[in-house]
């Protein structure tokens, strides 16, 4: 079974629906990231989370946030899905930092907004 | 401001030959991580390498090496006697400390595109 798993893999929707985004992990791992992937523009950091209570904003979380559920857990959600949030959705988790431990990339969820 | 710079968005070439792609980073931190992720068409990320600030030294795996030099900020990525299998889409990362404790963990590069063609 795969460490870090996103439920949906795809998902169309229509403008102004609420939308949420699912992924769990098996790692253990403490920190788990949400990012957003735009041809030509890499993956930016929407939000990331050190441990059940702690969650921070990335570079663009306009229009998007998150609940930690469990250590295990971490939801993103759309409350008003708009066309330009259309993307490829991906969760990672990593261990605690000061070691530049690389981060582990879930398989993504492809996101159309109408 | 921490940056990553891929300037090559495509790369083809043919079978067997050798292709080299380039990552350019800034940071003005001493300490910090680079990482380059592979991405191929079914689209989830593999990680292939990490090399931290101080360890100057070419790392070769494979058909796979990596050049990393402090002096131009780069860490470029050699494939030798390229296959099919290596088109991908391949990014390249920076950590640094600052922001490795902060969380923020990586900056991507926006990407290269290699396509190998029989």
């Known amino acids: 079974d795969a460490d870090v798993t996103q439920t949906p893999r795809n998902r169309i929707t229509k403008t102004g629906k609420r939308i949420m985004l699912e992924c769990s992990q098996t790692k253990g791992h403490d920190r788990m990231y949400w990012y957003r992937q735009d041809p030509g523009l890499g993956l930016r950091l929407i939000y990331y989370?050190?441990?059940?209570?702690?969650?921070n904003k990335g570079e663009i979380s306009d229009g998007y946030s998150v609940s930690r559920q469990a250590q295990a857990k971490f939801s993103l959600s759309l409350e008003s899905a708009i066309p330009n949030q259309t993307a490829l959705y991906f969760c990672a988790t990593s261990t605690s930092g000061g070691k530049g431990n690389e981060q582990f990339f879930g398989p993504g969820t492809r996101l159309t907004v109408l | 401001a921490q940056k990553v710079t891929q300037a090559q968005t495509e790369i083809s070439v043919v079978e067997k030959e050798d292709v080299t792609l380039d990552c350019v980073y800034e940071?003005?931190?001493?300490?910090?991580?680079l990482f380059w992720y592979k991405q191929p068409p079914s689209g989830e990320l593999v990680f292939l390498i990490r090399r931290n600030s101080f360890d100057e030294q070419n790392e070769i795996s494979g058909r796979y090496s990596w050049n990393f030099q402090k002096s131009t900020s780069s860490f470029n990525f050699t494939i030798t006697a390229s296959q099919v299998v290596d088109s991908a889409v391949y990014f390249c990362a920076l950590s640094d400390l600052v922001r490795d404790n902060y969380g923020q963990n990586f900056v991507f590069g926006p990407g290269t595109r290699l396509s190998v063609l029989p």
């Open positions: 940071t003005r931190d001493t300490t910090y991580y």
């Open positions: 989370s050190f441990d059940v209570k702690d969650i």
